[in-house]
């Protein structure tokens, strides 16, 4: 299940973004996954709550996910 470390990978750069530009509480985070990446939908779903968990600021984050074509991942944005 490699989708965990990539989607610690993405939660922690969203945390260090929000840490750096003094952003108290992120609402949601939107992953791009390409439909050729090899990566779970489900999985990354499954598993946020899981990454967040040493992310204050991101307690309590919505994931959004959208598929896109291709084979990439890409953190699309995140509200706060």
């Not at 990446?37 to 598993?47: I, R």
């Amino acid at each position: 299940m490699h989708e965990l470390g990539v989607l610690c990978q993405a939660v922690g750069t969203v945390s260090r973004i929000a840490r750096e530009n003094k952003i108290g509480r992120v609402r949601h985070m939107t992953l791009e996954v390409g439909s050729e990446s090899g990566y779970v939908p489900a999985f990354f779903e499954k598993l946020f709550p899981v990454a967040v968990d040493r992310h204050p600021v991101m307690h309590g984050a919505e994931l959004r996910i959208v598929s896109v074509p291709g084979r990439g991942l890409t953190i699309r944005d995140f509200g706060y």
